[in-house]
Nanobody, 115 residues
Framework: QVQLVESGGGLVEPGGSLRLSCTLS????????SAWYRQAPGKGREMVAR???????DYGESVKGRFTISRDITWKSAYLQMNNLKPEDTAVYFC?????????WGQGTQVTVSS
């Protein structure tokens, strides 16, 4: 059974940093991409960052230059380094992985940017 667990969310002041982690449990093979999405209250889910085979990355326009996605060599963990956080980054952040052609989601972790 595929299970993705996020961690690292919390409350941070504007300009601060957080590092989110996502861990895939179980003996899973066939991960081809990892991504982070977010959903703010009253808004739809948006792609924040994704990483595919070969290390190709893609970022949402609002986070370019501030956020960095990475993964471990086994594809079982993914990370999102978030710097220079802004109040508009406040949202629930979801980890997603594509495993043998299917997309799986974590339960989400809350990130709140406020003074």
């Amino acid at each position: 059974q595929v299970q993705l667990v996020e961690s690292g969310g919390g409350l941070v002041e504007p300009g601060g940093s957080l590092r989110l982690s996502c861990t895939l449990s179980g003996t899973i093979y066939g991960v081809t991409a990892s991504a982070w999405y977010r959903q703010a209250p009253g808004k739809g889910r948006e792609m924040v960052a994704r990483i595919a085979g070969g290390g190709t990355t893609d970022y949402g326009e609002s986070v370019k230059g501030r956020f960095t996605i990475s993964r471990d060599i086994t594809w079982k963990s993914a990370y999102l380094q978030m710097n220079n956080l802004k109040p508009e980054d406040t949202a629930v952040y979801f980890c997603s992985m594509v495993i043998r052609g299917r997309q799986f989601w974590g339960q989400g972790t809350q990130v709140t940017v406020s003074s």
